[in-house]
């Protein structure tokens, strides 16, 4: 995989099942979206479940390093028991923090005093939460079992659990929304469910060479290496990780200071739905950096169709975001009020920007994966966080009516500064490395997932 | 093709949809359109009518003054009031039927009275208002410009607030506010559910009703008794 004569044919044929899985994964938020936005309060709904799952994701996004701990202890022979038993203790753990987060005093402290939410939304926020409780561990028992497959070179049948996972979830959702009155709590629910059918399945699933390697788009993390150096070479990409879902957790704590934050986080949490799912095709952009660059022209031509791509995503983002074409599309799919999707449909355009930002970081993190300097990925995670909450807080008087528009706009110039920075730092660091030799095959990307 | 290059020409298309954006939802997006909407919505005669948000379409807080009184159906949260309705010094007692029509069960939105509105046309308005809502809760609360702030804490359930006995059926709540002296009490159906304190609570003004989003609420035997 490290000719640089990189046909768009050859891109294709080793993109575009990924790019198919990253849709798969982030189908899930537009489906959840869409059955809460039919609850009887769904502005209410869509706020609490955004605030829950935020907060969950922020528990839940340091376990998916266990695939990659999994599959490296395998790879060197280490046995599989004590790793997974590692993995579900802290699984276990964290579930137990987002319990008490919904069943304790814990929950007022982090809700109300630390993300500034209050009344219905909390209400609805900790209901969710109950519900998203079992995530983390789910998550550990589901990334351990990962892991193991993907030692074992079974990659499709993560695949194939993924996709049982959307169907699951999906239904759920809609018999709920139908036999219930609907709230945050649907969505937990839903999307508890279908994680647990994926780790069931997963983990019922016997390991065996059957198959070639091939990167998953899961939100996890991929075949290890092969020693302790791991570990200090994966902590700025956990980071990277905890920090990315982080993300939404910060811009929902800004918005729930804004004079009415219901609605603010309702349209941020479709808005963000929507962009991310016609955003999926460029998620796993790292992958081609990784697997396909290994000199100069190889990175040429691998970021020609990458911008082709991300290109095209924009611009089929911008079509969903022209007025005559967002108002019936997102009437259709969120049975929301006329000014709901108002706000929804004003911070659409900005969101335009997404595909070729978030294209452009990922491609940039893989370079610098593929490289060796992870350091480089952390650095551009925790500046991009700074220039979220700053141009959020700068933001927040200016568009207090205007939520989502402020949500957009603050992950976007996030994505912008941490792009820049990336592609300074690459052409100082990298190019060079690239303009002298081949690089040495680097398998180490670890996967944030833009969705659940 | 570069990034760059792609970038710099995807900004100069999101700028045009960002404007694009601006005047293409049909809802109003700054004042002028919203005025002219306003004048040119359904309100009855001497009716006026001040939304939550500027950015939301007053045709959608449609009102009609019928046998039975006055019927709102929202839309956007906001409050429907007469200029000329205002108790200006001293005691009164402002009070209302409420009916919300078609309740679905544990719809949480609320509707109730104003008092003391000031300013209600500009960005500095401040008022009081009692709300009720289908879950038996009420809420008291100050506004003062955009920002409200909290008299009870949140959302109080309270024996006095009728719920819906079925899915889709009428509630009704009569509501009362009375100012006396230094005190001002609120009852619902007869039983009075708060007294606080009239010191910083905006008491004398204008005098209307508030209705939240997505309801249809019927407002009868509104009167202010001084």
Known sequence: MTDSSLTLDRFARFYAPLAATSLLLTATNPLLTSAMSRSVNPATALAGFGVAFSLCGVLYSPLLVGQQVAATKLLSGRPFGPVQGFWIRVGLLFSLLAMAAAFTPLGEWIFRGGMGVSGDIFDEARLALAFLAPVPLLTAVRAVHQGRLVAGHRTNPIALATGFRTGVLAAVAVALTVLTRGGAWVGGAAFTMGLLVETVMVAATRAGSDGAYHPVAAEGVEMGAQDDRMLRFSTPLMVNVLLWWSTPLLINSVLARTPFPAEAIAAFVVVEAVAWFLTAPVGQFQHVSIALVDRKEAHRSAQRWSVLLAGAVAVALAVVAVPTVRMPVLRAVFDLDPGLLSDIGAALPLAVSYPLLYGHRQYYQGLFIRCGRSDAVGWGAALRVAIVLAVALVALAPLSHAGAVLGVLSAAAGLAVEGLFLERVARRQVMPMLAAAKLGKQELPVGEGVTS | ?226
Request: net charge negative; with cysteine.
């Open chain 2, 1 to 226: 093709m570069s990034w760059q290059a792609t970038s710099r020409r995807l900004s100069l298309l999101l700028a045009c949809l960002a404007a694009a954006s601006a005047c293409g939802d049909g809802a109003g997006r700054d004042g002028s359109e919203r005025r002219e909407t306003r004048s040119g919505s359904s309100l009855p005669e001497g009716f006026a009518l001040r939304l939550d948000r500027p950015n939301r379409d007053p045709a959608d807080f449609r009102v009609t003054n019928g046998e039975r009184g006055l019927e709102v159906r929202t839309g956007p949260s906001g409050i429907l009031y007469r200029p000329d309705q205002s108790v200006d010094v001293g005691d009164f007692t402002v009070s209302a039927t409420f009916t919300e029509l078609g309740a679905p069960m544990g719809h949480r939105e609320g509707f109730g009275l104003v008092i003391g509105g000031q300013g209600l046309e500009g960005p500095d308005q401040r008022y009081t208002y009692f709300l009720v809502r289908a879950d038996g809760r009420y809420v008291i609360k100050n506004r003062v410009g955009p920002w409200t702030e909290e008299i009870t804490d949140g959302w109080v359930p309270s024996e006095a607030v009728r719920v819906a006995a079925m899915e889709d059926g009428d509630i009704s709540n009569d509501l009362s506010v009375s100012v006396v002296g230094d005190r001002v009490r609120f009852s619902c159906n007869g039983a009075e559910v708060a007294e606080v304190p009239a010191a910083g609570l905006s008491i004398h003004g204008v005098l209307g009703v508030r209705v939240n989003h997505n309801l249809v609420v019927r407002v009868d035997r509104f009167r202010v008794d001084r």
